[in-house]
């Protein structure tokens, strides 16, 4: 089995954006705010927006379940106060629920969170527990930043995001870590800014103590880690300078990266400097780079091209990354698809 | 020979710093702020701060040229208004200057700039035309966010850094994007916010046509380019949903990466993935990263050893990122190389 666990739904009918610019008029208009039950999206609309992307390009690729969380950049956790955003996630995150429902066997549903610039994240938790448990989801995407760009929350070892990481605790889930979407005009939101928050994230942990406090947190660092495993001789020495323990200890217990890296030779990096129990297949497929690569003839997110190719990877590694370590960041997978008989 | 174009003076006489921990004192208290005369530093305090360092260093390595400049996490521009950043930044120079004169076979000047945030970045020229003019300095350190980790001035691309890229091209020389110290508790500086900065400035370039109104611009992307090599098909699916040209046309007549990659399969994917002709040696010593790699049993930062070991580069590659390139891109430093002979 191939699992992928980066994948968005960015294909979703126009209505969800439609009623989305509404919520977002109706910021400044009230007379103009819809409600929730005012989207009306129908299964066959779901069916046909998932059949002919997603699940059409997964069964070209010889992919058989994505992990399915609502479109990152959508999120756009910096739009209006916590209760635009709650009612948006709750949107969002029944849709992902619909198509797992829809499609069993090939997509099951991961949590965006309902985060505002400045609110307490234990607000969070109530749609944490309803896609867990209601929903059957296996894992939430955390915002490091949902300013958007501006970069004001606290760093993820602060105690405020500790509420987060008891829930994940008790529930035995991952959390990838995501940005949204940049407001910031510094930051192109798929070029620099998921990449630097990944780097970022990745920075916050390393010189912190916060897996001491919560050794059984997992973390999903997207994007092949950002520029942290290109950069992995930097981040060794830098912890040997702050006296933490080897990187292997210090972090890789709770943190792994994804294949989100579009070409063979970022792969073969991946695959070859961090240790193959750290590294999840992904593709994020239909996603930020969705061309055809002139230098190849595949698609540049077709990622299982380049693990199937990379030369450091024996096949009971490749089978580690297409399904065994999925299986074992995300115990409520394992659990889903063991209840099926698979 | 061996030309190392990223070095900064960050063994500096402990006299720098307090004279700066005084200026900063006097931007609330007037009474206690020193005039740049204070400063007192001697030509052997200069002799000893670089001979038992970099120097020492560089001979046991065996490079021989350093481009140099003052610290980079010290620039802070972010500190103070227009004339705190020109008065410390013409100090910092200085001191640089007067080491290149006192080791003149192993130091060329790079410039620090006087920027300082909302402030006009052509506020920075008098103090390029000093270094380029008077001092012999071969190129600049632009800094793209002078806020010190908040982002605050636009893209690189935006018509108020025209002013610096116009005298740049009509002095030929090119500018390396750094940043400074990260005040923001989200960003390490050297962990997270360096190498951010890297892949933002890289991303700013390839949404932009700044080369098509500059087309001898020359920037150097220190840090290996951030993560821009490691997600090079990332960018390159990026560049063509844009429409823009290929990578080699659209960038790379114009953008330079440098070695500052510390570990040898982060060298082989840079030396793999980016053309020869892009790619300049450099170690950033004494640096970021000052301790010994215990898998190799040499300093992580000792990058010649990755050049030499990596299996992509022939003996000419190996010349032209040791010397030709720096040569090429920095035309002033071929100059003054050629005017010894050399």
């Given at each position: 089995m191939i699992i992928d666990v980066h994948g968005h739904y960015t294909t979703a009918p126009k209505a969800l954006e439609d009623w989305r610019n509404k919520q977002i008029a109706g910021i400044k208009d009230p007379s103009v705010k819809p409600k929730a039950s005012d989207l009306k999206i129908s299964d066959d609309e779901l069916r046909d927006s998932i059949a002919n992307n997603q699940l059409k390009q997964m069964k070209e690729r010889g992919s058989d379940l994505t992990l399915f969380s609502p479109r990152a950049s959508f999120m756009a956790h910096h739009i209006g106060d916590f209760e635009v955003s709650s009612t948006w996630a709750g949107i969002?995150?029944?849709?992902?629920?619909?198509v797992s429902k829809l499609f069993p066997d090939n997509f099951i549903g991961v949590a965006m969170l309902p985060q505002s610039p400045g609110v307490d994240p234990k607000t969070c938790i109530p749609e944490i527990e309803k896609c867990i448990n209601e929903?059957?989801?296996?894992?939430?995407?955390?915002?490091?930043?949902?300013?958007?760009g501006h970069w004001t929350s606290p760093p993820l070892s602060d105690r405020q995001w500790y509420p987060i990481y008891e829930?994940?605790?008790?529930?035995?889930?991952?959390?990838?870590?995501?940005?949204?979407?940049?407001?910031?005009p510094a930051f192109h939101t798929t070029g620099a800014h998921y990449l630097n928050a990944d780097t970022t994230a990745f920075m916050q942990c390393l010189t912190s103590e916060l897996f001491k406090d919560f050794p059984k947190l997992r973390f999903l660092i997207p994007h092949?880690?950002?520029?942290?495993?290109?950069?992995w001789g930097r981040f060794r020495g830098l912890a040997q300078e702050m006296k933490k323990p080897l990187l292997k200890d210090h972090l890789l217990k709770n943190i792994f990266f994804d294949t989100c890296v579009y070409h063979q030779p970022g792969i073969d990096l991946l695959t070859k400097v961090i240790p193959v129990d750290n590294v999840l297949f992904a593709s994020e497929m239909i996603g930020?780079?969705?061309?055809?690569?002139?230098?190849?003839?595949?698609?540049?997110?077709?990622t299982k091209r380049y693990i199937e190719a990379a030369p450091m990877l024996s096949a009971a590694d490749r089978r580690k990354i297409f399904e065994g370590n999925?299986?074992?960041v995300?115990?409520?997978l394992d659990a889903a698809l063991k209840a099926k008989g698979k």
């Open positions: 969002c995150n029944e849709l992902c629920w619909r929903y059957g989801f296996v894992g939430i995407n955390l915002n490091p930043d949902p300013s958007g829930k994940m605790v008790e529930l035995d889930i991952p959390a990838m870590i995501h940005v949204s979407t940049s407001c910031n092949g880690g950002g520029a942290a495993p290109y950069h930020a780079v969705r061309g055809i690569d002139p230098e190849t003839g595949f698609h540049y997110d077709d999925a299986r074992r995300f115990p409520r």
